[in-house]
């Protein structure tokens, strides 16, 4: 495959993926786990959560949330940096209001690789990096 055919699909899944991602957050928090790896690591505004039980009770405890995303990019890792694993690199920027505060400027990053099973290719979280962007309040 050449490589804008691999960029193209690169991007497709990530904005499947994050239509996914975003509404799941929004609505049905509580199967947001179930988008990350047994394994992946979260950094939310620097404060670091590892495993399945630690993104678990981290998303417990965030209150009810409204996204907006401004922005998507995404790009296909190279697949020396990767052996063997497809992965893809999405940022997304927007707002997100959290119940009872004011709308937050956020930026966030996934590293997403692709799990292979006999019927399908299904995109997991190895790494997510949220933070907010509001330079005015800091």
């Not at 239509?19 to 505004?45: C, F, G, Q, S």
């Not at 495993?51 to 697949?79: A, K, R, W, Y």
């Not at 119940?99 to 990053?109: A, E, L, R, V």
Request: hydrophobic share 35%; net charge negative; glycine share 4%.
């Amino acid at each position: 495959m050449d490589f804008k055919t691999y960029v193209d699909q690169a991007c497709r899944a990530a904005e499947e993926f994050v239509h996914i991602y975003y509404e799941t957050m929004d609505k049905r928090r509580r199967v947001l786990p179930r988008l990350y790896l047994d394994t992946a690591t979260l950094l939310w505004n620097g404060n670091v959560v590892t495993g399945m039980d630690g993104i678990t009770n981290f998303f417990e405890m965030l209150p009810s949330s409204e996204f907006q995303i401004n922005m998507l990019d995404c790009q296909p890792v190279h697949e020396q940096a990767t052996p063997s694993q497809s992965t893809v690199l999405v940022v997304t920027s927007g707002t997100v209001k959290f119940d009872g505060s004011h709308p937050h400027y956020y930026n966030q990053n996934f590293l997403l690789t692709a799990q292979s099973t006999p019927n399908q290719t299904v995109w997991k979280i190895a790494s997510d990096c949220f933070r907010f962007q509001d330079w005015s309040n800091n």
